[in-house]
């Protein structure tokens, strides 16, 4: 067995365990679900039929074609249907619909055929241009040939210094501009400010009477009131303004990018974050569900760019400072999330959003933030490119920008690796449409049908270096050499959504200890799982690791801790005296591995306790309490087991406890504060009567952050003030309600059943539900009456009719 010596620096840890997992060759498998077995694969030369899901460009041949998908994942089809063949494409004379592709270079498919005839045309590109492909039609299989247009290969650091990807660039502006001149309707917001940014790389003069117009429309402009896609518009529009001011100096266009990112700074919630709109003018907080991370790392971008661009307010500033305060929480944890979450490590990305904060952390010069989110964006790739959250527009868009922070030998590396996606996207004119994830209809894609051109363009706009985006300053770090950047592509290796972690199943346990040390905290997660599934004991090791000088190292150990259950009771002392630690994401590490090894962490509670209450100078977002929410409190639910305290606080010392409770009801994050709510289980009103100042407040305001979540605690807290008839929170039963904020149907019933717990003394709301009563009136006219306003209208009958008047309790003073 290979030792692994924990005081490797950096690079040399890279290449120790890259070379550990290039041993098992590259990943073969594509992107999937991993909901559940996999659907039959039809046999479509033999009667078998193909679903209603999406077909996909097959590359520049012009013709489009169908592939069998099981849970996101195409690496069980072996044939291609053809579903369209575009008129004097290469393909026209060799295809038709109704064809089914076989195999390539004559032989049957004996691999994902959609990767494989992807690779097939970049073999093709690079060589005579013939791609022979094996033929069924009408029961009979022939190998024909279509003729591509000869290439290249890409280049061993493509985009740059690459022939093709210069090629395909001026092809695909040239077929982009042609387009853009022949429609009045240049798309969405968002695809028509990346075409026109397109366009804007590439530098060329005779596309500047378009851009101008795309310039003088980006700065007119508007959205006038919180609704729809605010946030997501405005982001692009005002990047693709500041590149164009920064590139042209046209003041023409100055008050608009200045009025835009102006509006774009106050629509900040108070806590740094965007949603789909911005925030509510009245209290800064977000509308809808919450924080979206997506269209804050645009925003943000924008407005550094802005800045740089001359636009200068106090405004700008904050929000800048307040949207880094939250998105470099995840620097060295994981990829960023979707909103104001835990980090994602289940993949290197999460739809393009640490690609996309790779940039704005070097635009902002941030070497952290740009060094890690780099890599992970380069060790994404294959599977893990092909899905996204409603769909992979953004993870393809963000990709190969997000890379280039890493340099040229990265791109290359990982061009190598998933190029042959990009060719596959490409079509016959040089244009580029919306793929898709494998096995998904138009009706599971907010993407479905989006001109790509200019997001695929800007990626092989990287070598001109022409925009901020694209590298026109040199990146804050410096460069990987090949080795690093092979290293960094090795960690996405054997991971497919299909299949997950499968492969690592031919790891043996010194690789798998290798991983646990890797700068990849997603790397280390799926180490840590296969090494808990050997049932081997590796506990003795993982304290070594504890007790290395490598960060990564303890958080790789801790990762391993907290899926072995009991058998990590041996490392409790020391885990519990890392609870004092100077690095809060050790901390919470180490208290979610106490909290995983059953009676021996439960000791470490009133340490747990004490943490939760105090002020951490390094955490001014209190992201250490917000976990030991979850680690003391949270009842069971899916994605978290049981916290230590949520089923019983027997012999928990109520001084600790208060003022833990106390803290996280105040905690930014709604979702932390709900967390508590187990206490009204677990505690006689005699215990609880110290904390009612705080449920109230927590009732009466609404948390600034995890506002999908932020309800529970809110209703929890008014049902348990009105069980015991606390005058304060009668007005709260109604108020609660709040008809125009998002979820609203989830919140009338309880509050209405609260309400009619105080009897008679609930007349005094009476003026406030007929008010409501009149708006779901107003709200229904000419549509299907509101569903609530029948519970409603029986509530008030109720409140009117009480007789008997509880006697209320003022809160404790």
Known sequence: MTTIP????????????????????????????????????????????????????LGPTGARGWIHAGNLDTCDARQILITAVARNSPASEALKVGDVILGVSSKPFDS???????????????????????????????????????????????????????????????????????????????TRSLNAMALLASGDRKYRDLIREEAQWAANYRITELRGFQSWYYGYAN?????????????????????????????????????????????????????????????????????EAGVSDPAIDRAIENSDLLLSFYIGKGAIPYGDHEPWTKTH?????????????????????????????????????????????????????????????????????????????????GTFLYQGEPGMNKKNHAYAGWDSTGAYLLSYALPLKSLRLTGKKPSCIP??????????????????????????????????????????????????????????????????????????????????????????????????????????????????????????????????LRLASRDIADDPRGMTQRYLAFILFQKPMSGRSAGLLSRSLDGVDQKDLKEAVTSILSNQDGRARGAVSSIFDNLSYKEIEPLLPAIYEAVAHQAPSGIMFGDLIRLNGMNYLAKHHIKEGLPLTVALIEPDRWGQGRRFAPCLKALLLYGKEAQSQLPELRRLEELLVERSKGKKPDKNLELLRSTIKQVEAATESPKLQDLPG
């Open 6 to 57: 924990m005081t490797l620096s950096l690079s040399r840890l890279l290449t120790l365990i890259g070379s550990l997992l290039l041993n098992f060759g590259p990943v073969l498998l594509a992107a999937g679900g991993n909901s559940g077995p996999a659907p039959k694969v039809p046999d479509l030369t033999a009667g078998g039929h193909c679903d209603e899901n999406h077909d996909w460009t």
């Open 112 to 190: 994902d055929a959609r990767v494989a005839f992807g690779k097939a045309i970049t073999t093709a590109e690079a060589g005579t241009g013939d791609l022979t492909l094996l033929r069924w039609r009408d029961g009979k299989e022939e190998s024909v040939t279509i003729e591509l247009p000869v290439l290249g290969s890409y280049s061993a650091t493509a985009p740059y210094d690459c022939p093709k990807s210069k090629a395909i660039f001026e092809n695909g502006c040239e077929a982009l501009a042609e387009q853009m001149r022949a429609k009045k309707n240049r798309g969405n917001p968002i």
């Open 239 to 307: 990047l693709f303004l500041a590149e164009y001011v920064l590139a042209t100096g046209d003041p023409s266009v100055v008050p608009g990018m200045k009025r835009m990112s102006l509006e774009i700074a106050h629509g900040q919630s108070k806590v740094g974050t965007w949603g789909h709109t911005f925030a509510r003018k009245v209290d800064g907080i977000l509308m809808g569900y919450g924080a979206m991370n997506a269209p804050a790392l645009s925003l943000t971008m924008s407005l550094v760019l802005a800045r």
């Open 349 to 429: 990305d999460d739809n393009g959003k640490g690609s996309a904060a790779a940039v704005m952390f070097d635009l902002m010069g941030d070497p952290h933030g740009t060094a890690f989110f780099s890599r992970m964006a380069t060790a994404s790739h294959n599977g893990e490119r092909d899905g996204g959250h409603t769909g992979n527009f953004l993870n393809i868009l963000w990709a190969l920008p997000g890379v280039s922070r890493l340099g040229p030998h990265a791109t290359g590396a990982w061009i190598e690796e998933f190029g042959w996606y990009f060719d596959f996207a490409r079509r016959h004119d």
């Open 479 to 608: 460069p990987a050499d090949q080795s690093e950047a092979a290293m960094v592509i090795a960690a996405g290796k054997d991971w497919s959504q299909q299949h997950g972690t499968e492969r690592y199943s031919r790891y043996d346990v010194e690789s798998l200890m290798a991983g646990l040390s890797s700068w990849s905290p997603t790397l280390r997660e799926r180490c840590a799982a296969e090494l808990a599934s050997r049932q081997a004991n590796i506990v003795p090791r993982l304290i070594e690791l504890l007790e290395s000088d490598d960060m990564n190292s303890r958080l790789g150990a801790c990762a391993g801790l907290k899926r072995s259950g009991q058998r990590g009771a041996p490392a409790a002392k020391l885990l519990r005296k890392m609870l004092s630690e100077d690095d809060m994401w050790l901390r919470i590490q180490a208290a979610e591995a106490l909290a995983s090894i059953g009676p021996a962490g439960r000791a470490a509670i009133p340490d747990l």
